[in-house]
């Protein structure tokens, strides 16, 4: 029986696998399903400072292995976050990992202060797939410096671990990796949605109120994969969540090998409300039929030149 | 309450009943718990599928430990439904929502259903019925094809009323033609179907001062709460507006608290409204 | 009955789908399938100079939706490619819009000379996605210059309208977009594919010899309507050839109406060899069915604010 | 020759054959240019799958207008595959592929089959033996259960040789054990089958200066010579080696022209090799 315990940022989380921002609300509601304290955390949905009802109807469109949405951070603000949610989660002893969005650095500093101290935050993730008002609405994760500049805001702040969520839309995904990380990064969540359309073809429109909207689900788990294993490469040292279309503990597998150190499950818990909790079930049988003793055995293990061929896996597919 | 539940189905039936499909899922947890109103969310395609988000379905009926649900066939999800055999396996999560609040005593009552927004009104008819209330039942579909648990409605209501569009049975026009007509000492109206509907259903209520609700039909990705796809404008106590979610707070919402004016966008005045 | 006949940059095709550059060879093996003369043209596998054995095998991995490649532009160089290619679609009277690929701005030049009154050949498209030996093995069309070092050295050489192929692996498509324009592009192919990567969960190694490879399929298709919505919107008089996952007629009137002039129908040609002319033939049912005299009439429509809602088109899914 | 084609063919009928699963298909234009060592490719799925890729089967046989592929369940798309009913359509494009040459006259010849590789060799026996040929066939397996095709190669096959690897039936060992044996006064040696066993059954018969032909299995996107995923390297006349087509011009090729040394790399010496 593989041993769970995952270790990210020198913390110490129940299992490898997480719930991903925006697909688990705050935790609640996912309770009838699956004992949260269980898995490794509650990744919430990415606050801000003042409430905030999100985008026009429809939000949201299936395409094929996938889906796009335009949410808009719909949220209640970090106020009634902090005096609701987080009491909520603490009081049941779940590891929260609070994502964080702002439209300036000074938002994600406002609300890294407000975290301070908050019971039972394990950790922050800092959502920049955000438009920077200071830059004609250029979203941070798109440009070295304003992801640098982010992070650095938060890092000033913050007295916990930090992990910075990168946008997969960019050129050269590990510069901005690694200047989040110079920046300050204890490490760096993987990969946030791209950007994507959808065409009704009845009205011949786009079918989001907002045009674009952000691409999940298995369909963009290639890419992903892509994002970790050049980032791993690039800074093996720095911890990884990894996340984009994992849906099985075999998926979760292929992440760990490709170099994160956990994954977080987002669009799978819409199809299956216990994804979380079965994945990682799923994944710890994974690793026990191949005889792994821990969960960080695994981790970058696809990077070596020949890696041992295990037992127990079927094929491919 | 310990639901909702998630559970792996058997298919005890799959019938077509006019237009409709009626598919019956041996789901105990989930009928013992299921309330007019409640739905349920059927994931779809099988293990190999590129369809990623459930299917919503308002429950029809339940008993013996048994959900019923009545779909028409529209894409490839309600397709692959259909084609279920007796003894194949569905994922099911549910009783889903916030399902239709119950007077204390018997009530004159009056239902409005269009097109597959009838599902639901069948489990709500029966449950008035067991309260002693007078349930006035009217289902309004475009064709006479279209119309949904007519049966099922003379069985369990007191008076059926029928419209359709082009006239092909019933009254010709729409629902909203022939409502002011039951509403004579009516205690309450309660309305399941498209959205231009349920306005004017929540309007002709509120004119002659009969409180309503009405059972809303956003596109879900989740069912459960957490993906906020579904949300749509609702009046609160404190007179502010706040975008909720269909499938938690909803899909009943009292007729006059819902923005009908505004559905589809984020009204201005909305709780943080930018 | 919609009238199919497809302009693009003043050249006139029979109708508005090709073949994409690699998913049909030159042509030759599709021909048993259906008559290659009755679509817009065939876009032939990227030609280099010199023959090409390309990458090791495993070449393919199939995933949700998609599939990554590897092939590395195996190919015959364009001396065979000249001799015996391109005279067989000239005498069969086919469009053959020839896909050019280099390591050197010089390379694609000295294509672009070879290719001179080479007979039957209509476009050029200008495959930028390599890498460029001269700056580090950056791909061209990642970077605003090389890109447009590119395409000014083929628009120097070629007679003909060049389509430059660009990448949706970027920060900001639509100045790589502006620049391949302002350097002599006639027109924009888009997109190509994106970069992922498979595990093999049962060697816990990566399923491709090369790691990475490009992903196709209906997976990416909401991303290339995405590159296509933004590109048509910034460059509404610049014609785009639209790609990424176009299956069906439905999917071709997608690409349509977010602004493409014309499709390419790439990995749906593997599951069926008919895909280009299926496609062409049940496009042309959906423009009929809505009362389309042309297929001009629909390119961008979806950008209107209020696009007319035509009959005749079931719902979405 | 007009084809391949591309068609929608009935599913006639799907049996389990011991380990594996036959599937008869409808295929009238693809049965009558049907050949020794072709292959289909089959669409899996239905409409709404991710699976965007075609699963290929060698022909094990055809006749009244109907092809039959037998194979084995390993992932989702075979077992797509497995679960289809008579009356079903699936989408089947052939015969694809350059199938086996055959000698103008009678011949002595040893057919050897591993795993699913038998599945060519019965219409090959057929073929062979119309020809007045003597046919000695060789079938491997890793264990009893897992053997291919024997009952059909015992009714066309002047001689049945068994092997499996861990002696549940036959002789213990691989079919590269036994085939010795039965080179004797051989004129002509055919084999389908993992690459490992191709390459020493090609071996074997070289060493005794009897040609080979072999059918290989890589892994295609397409089938039908447009994506050059399924590539091998190949000696040419020239001496050169160049990167063929498994799908076209294979999947048989000469055992003395496979670089089996090379299989899976590019070797330094390939024409546009880098
Ligand atoms: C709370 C609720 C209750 C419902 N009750 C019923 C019922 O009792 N009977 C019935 O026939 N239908 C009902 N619907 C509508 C039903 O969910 C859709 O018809 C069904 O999802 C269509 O799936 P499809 O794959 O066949 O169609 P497609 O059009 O191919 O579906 C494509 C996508 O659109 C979404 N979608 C399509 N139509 C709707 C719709 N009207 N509402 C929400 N999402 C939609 C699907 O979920 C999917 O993501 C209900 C919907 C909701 C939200
Ligand atoms: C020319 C040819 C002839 C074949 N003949 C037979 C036969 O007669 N009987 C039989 O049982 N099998 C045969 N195979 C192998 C068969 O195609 C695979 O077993 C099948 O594709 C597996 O599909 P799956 O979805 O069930 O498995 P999965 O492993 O889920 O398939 C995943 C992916 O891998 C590919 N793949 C998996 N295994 C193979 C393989 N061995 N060869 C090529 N591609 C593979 C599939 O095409 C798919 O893209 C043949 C393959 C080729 C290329
Ligand atoms: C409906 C929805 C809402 C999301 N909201 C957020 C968010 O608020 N903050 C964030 O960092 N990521 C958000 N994401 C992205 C996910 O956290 C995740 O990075 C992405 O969906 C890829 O993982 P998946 O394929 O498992 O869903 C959202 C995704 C979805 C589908
Ligand atoms: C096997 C394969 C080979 C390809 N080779 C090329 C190529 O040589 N040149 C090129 O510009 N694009 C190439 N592409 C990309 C396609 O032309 C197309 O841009 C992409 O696949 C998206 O379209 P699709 O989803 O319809 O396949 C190739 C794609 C595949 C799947
Ligand atoms: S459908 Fe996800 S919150 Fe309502
Ligand atoms: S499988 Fe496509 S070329 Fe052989």
Known sequence: ???????????????????????????????PYFDLASIGGVVTKSVMLAPRAGRATPRMAE????????IGLQGPGIDTFLSTDLPWLAQRGVAAVVSIAGHSAEEY?????????????????????????????????????DAAAVVAAVRAEAEIPIFAKLSPDVTDLVSIARSCVAAGADGLSMINTLLGVAIDPRTLRPVLSAVTGGLSGPAIKPVALRCIWQVHAALPEVPILG??????????????????????????????????????????????????????????????????????????? | MSGPFQVAAEVVGVRRVGAYVALILAAPSIAAEARPGHFVALSVGGPATSMVLR??????????????????????GTDWLASRQPGDLV???????????LPSGPQTCVLVGGGTGAAPLIPLAVALTEL????????????????????????????????????????????????????????????????????????????????????????????????????????????????????????????????????????ADAVGAS
Chains 1, 3 share one sequence.
């Open chain 1, 1 to 31: 029986m593989t041993d769970l315990t995952t270790r990210l940022a020198g913390l110490e989380f129940a299992g490898p696998v997480f719930t991903a921002s925006g697909c688990a609300a705050a935790g609640r509601e996912l309770a």
């Open chain 1, 63 to 70: 395409t094929p292995s996938g889906m796009l949405n335009s």
């Open chain 1, 109 to 145: 500093a406002a609300l890294a202060r407000r975290l301070r101290d908050a019971p039972g935050l394990a950790m922050i993730e800092v959502n920049i797939s955000c438009p920077n008002v200071e830059s004609r609405g250029r979203v941070f994760a798109c440009s070295v410096d």
């Open chain 1, 243 to 317: 996340m984009g279309g994992v849906r099985s503990g075999r998926d979760a597998l292929e992440f760990l090998v490709a170099g994160a150190s956990a994954v977080s499950v987002g669009t799978a818990t819409f199809a299956d409300p216990t994804a979380p909790a079965r994945v990682q079930a799923e994944l710890a049988a994974e690793l026990t039929a191949r005889g792994f003793a821990t969960v960080s055995e695994v981790i970058g293990l696809a990077h070596l030149k020949e890696a041992p061929v295990r037992e127990g896996g079927a094929r491919a597919g």
């Open chain 2, 55 to 76: 299917r919503c379905f308002s429950l029809a009926g339940w008993g013996n430990g048994a959900v019923t649900v009545l779909f028409s066939v529209l894409g490839h």
């Open chain 2, 91 to 101: 994922e099911v999560g549910g009783p889903l929502g916030t399902p239709f609040a």
């Open chain 2, 132 to 267: 002693g209330s007078e349930v006035r039942m009217l289902i309004g579909a475009a064709r006479a094809e279209k119309l949904m648990a007519v049966e099922q409605a003379r069985l369990v209501a007191d008076s059926v009323t029928i419209t359709t569009d082009d006239g092909s049975a019933g009254l010709r026009g729409w629902v909203s033609d022939a409502l002011p007509g039951l509403l004579a000492g009516a205690d309450a109206v309660y309305g399941c179907g498209p959205m231009r509907m349920l306005r004017s259903v929540a309007g002709l209520a509120a004119a002659v001062e009969v409180p309503s609700q009405v059972a809303v039909e956003e596109a879900m990705a989740c069912g459960v709460g957490v993906c906020m796809t579904c949300v749509l404008p609702i009046l609160g106590d404190d007179g502010r507006t706040r975008m909720l979610r269909a499938c938690l707070e909803g899909p009943v919402f009292a007729g006059d608290r819902v923005r009908f004016d505004a559905v589809g966008t984020v009204p």
